[in-house]
Structure formats: C-alpha cells, structure tokens
C-alpha cells in the first residue's frame, strides 16, 4: 500500500509523451475501427458530453481506465507506459484519450471539448501534473487549517473581499487558520495568462472594448472552451501551486478563478495527489454578475443579493449550494464608533457642519476635480468636504492649492485605512458604483450619488440603488451637487429617511456569517464533528 501511495504521487516529466504515442498508435490500429463497428456517431458523442476526466494510475486497477475500452486493454496500456517511462516504477498518469476521442476522430471529439464534454482538451493539461520540486511536506503538527483564497487584482474589490476573508477568520478563530491570499494567475502562469490584470485595466480603458469581452464570454458555448484550453496550458503551474500552499479548502473571490483551478484540483484529487479538498466561491459583485462566477461543481457558494442567488440558480447551481449573506465587507464596518460629533473631532473635521465624503478609489480616477468644483459652486461655505485621492499624489497637490469659497472645510486626504470612521463621521458620499464601496456607505447608512460605473458588471448597481431608494446616479458634478445642495435644504426628511433604508439594507455580519459557513467545509479532527463531503462533479 505505501508503494502505491508513492506511485500516485509522482508523475515523472518524460511519461506523457510515451504514454500519449502509445496510446494514439494502439487507439489508430484497433481502437477507432472496433469503436466505429460497435457504436452509433450520435451516441458517442452524447457519451462524450458525459464523460467526465479519467485518470488512471499504475497500480492496475481496472476502474481506473476509460470507458471506451475493456480493463485488460486499459492495464495493458498502462504496463506499457509504465515499462517506457524511465524507471518510474508505474507512477500515476491521465488519461489523456478519452471516450471521445476514442469513438470519433475529428466532429465528435471537437464538438466534445467546445462544449465542455470529456474530450482530450477537457480530460487533461498538455503535460502531467507532478508535484512541485520545491513543495513542502504536508505539515500536519501545527494543528492549523490551511485557506487558500484565490484571486486577481483586475480591480481593488477581489483583493479587498480576500482580505476581509483573512482578517474575519483571524478575528473569529485566530491562530486556528493560516490563510494566503493567492493571485494564481500572476504568479502561476506563463505568459500571457500571467498579464491578466494588465489585460484588465486596458480593456476597462476602452469600455466598447471591455464590453464586447463581457458579453461575448458569457454563454458557456464561450467559456467552457477557453477554459479547457486554458487548463491543458497552464494546469502544471496551478497544480505546483496546489502543492506549494497545500489547502485544507479553497476559496475563489474572482469569476475567472472557478473553471481552471478547480478543473485542476479535481483532476488532482482524483490520482491522489492531494487528499479531497471543498472549493468554495465568494461572489463579490451585487447584481450584474459574470457567469464565470457560477459552477455547479463548487462545493458552496456565496452571493449577495436576491438577484444573483437567482442568477446562480438559473445556471445550474442547486439552491443547497447557495448561501445569500452579502459582500465580505471588513470587519471594522460591523463595529460601533463614537458619536459622530466626537468621531469628526478625532479626524480633524467640523463638528457642525453637513460632510460630503468624495471618493476616488485607490488611484484617484474619475471626475474627482470637476465634482470638488461643482460643491465649491453650489453649496460652499454650507458645508464641508472630505476628498480622497488615493495614490494620485498630483490631485492630491492640486485639490490642496486651490482657493474655496468663505467658511467651505476641504480636507484632501491621499491612500487612507480609515474608511470606515470617514464613512460613519459623513452624512452622504459621491462614489463609482462599485459593490464594496456600496455595501460599505449601506452598512454606514450613507445616501449615496453615483457618478460613474465599470461597464457591465456594476451597472446592475444602480438600479440597485436607486430602486431601493437609497441613492441616485448622476453623472454631472454640478447637478450632483445640486441635489445634494437640496437634500441638505429642503428634501432634509427625504434624506434622513434614505440613510434609515441605507442601514437596514446593509448587512454589517455578512464576512462573519460567511467564514462561519466556510469553516464547516474544511477537514474536522476525528471525533469533533461532521464536515462537508467535496462534491466530485466533473470540474
């Protein structure tokens, strides 16, 4: 028994290209022709359609070879690549050549792989899985369960959901979790896969652009495909990753995070290569979501709202694989700060005075100076603003050279950590309709004017907003400021009673409700209760 668990754990570099010649010459002499004499085109590709990833190991287990031949054809084969792959001593391998391949030589198999069936493309990566060189041994003794939180910085709300992750399980479990927060894609992939966020930031640059990307990639009849050729590239590297961080549970905060890492992880669990692992997915967009977001093989996953629990289900997710708790939001927004008087001394703001919190995300983009003028114009000395720049230091420069009206207090602040207190010491904020900064101003009960959105996935946000009556979208600065010149005036009760509904709707106990869920599914020491079986659907 230890020789077969060291067998399936290796999979040495030069087994793939005698076991793959081997078996396309068996399959070319009598595998295609005995294929073709006992079944129907049409069946084979509906089995095909069916058939999930076969992996077979050196040990000989007739289950283990595909259904397309007997099990004395399958353990042959596998003695053959076994004998030719350099003294490996029957180490594990895919199976690359699956029953679509086997029972159709051009139509069946294609059409296979495009519409994520089992065909050679969706059975396995281009090379073997083989554990990391450099990978450590699974370290058991220090009694801590290992997350491992995948994402990508296409953006600053995947990175900031991840790390609300890692900070809610410190704060609930302490030193019980060692949890990473992993950009798989940067650092483990090749070029171009590893320009990902690159790619992004151009494309959102040109929203005609992003748009069509958007779109075009949302029927599974596109992303199946782009996924499976992407696994047969890249599965090596994500599989030494698995192996480097060694998770006891993975969790996806990223659309594009789902398909391939779980294909993989799959894939691994099956030549055991790792022990069974739950993979989780925290959705981290409100409304208009990507279909990315939704597999039916994750073990569980988290939406925020009614309208993408229902998106899920519509894709094929069963409602026990859905939980609806919010966005992680982190977890100084679901604390109690002092009276907003007291909390506007401590930051150096007026105490009297009605606060506008102008926000311009992490580098400071948008119409963050024309929005500032607008307030100067139209509200002045009636009021005070708190503007952040974030990282754009020459903003920053400029807001703070220039010349307000009589009795106008502007406070430019550039990349800050204290949002949550500058939220609850405002009364309203001007912001782009991003899903975190929304959940934060609802769970501070802060009315909100939308200037600004990202193509496609946050335009459901506004609606969002706006038929939930606790904001509006404008893209004007001045009539921006108008209204909230009028909120402060003589829509006053309208106002207050925005920020109640902003409050009631926001879900401050979401990130705990979240990584409470999330450490049910992790491995529970013998005797200390039940944890979820991984669902071992066809990644």
Known sequence: MATEGHQRRHLPALQLASASLS?????????FAAAAMQTNPFEAASGALRQPAVCSSGSGSGRAGSSGGSSRRSSARRGSSSSTGGGSGGSARFNFFSKAIRLGAGGGAGAAAFFGGGSLAHAAPLWPLRPAASAPKRRKDDGKTRVLILMSDTGGGHRASAEALKAGFEELYGSKYHVDVLDIWTHHTPYPFNQMPKTYSFLVKYSFLWRATFTLSQPRLM??????????????????????????????????MQHVPLRIMRMRIKAGMQPPTNFATVVTDLTTCHNTWFHPGVDRCYVATEASLNQALSLGLRRDQLRLYGLPIRPAFGRSFPAKSKLRKMLGMDVS????????????????????????????????????????????EKLSSKQYPEGMHVLIKGFVTNMPELMSASDVIITKAGPGTISEALICGLPMVLNAFVPCQEEGNIPYVVDNKVGVFERSPQRAAQIIRSWFGERRAEFEEMGRRAKALGKPHALFDICRDLATLVPQPEGRGRVAKPALARA
């Open 223 to 256: 992303h199946v495909p782009c996924s499976t050729a992407t696994a047969a590239v890249v599965g090596h590297r994500v599989s030494e990753a698995f192996d480097l961080y060694q998770p006891d549970l993975v969790v996806s905060v990223h659309p594009l």
């Open 23 to 31: 078996s396309l010459a068996a399959s070319s002499r009598a595998g």
């Open 353 to 396: 005075k009605p606060a506008i919190l102008l926000v311009g995300g992490g580098e400071g983009m948008g119409p963050v100076e024309a929005t500032v003028d607008g307030v100067a114009k139209y509200i002045g000395g009636d009021c005070q603003l708190v503007v952040i720049c974030g990282r754009n230091a020459k903003l920053a």
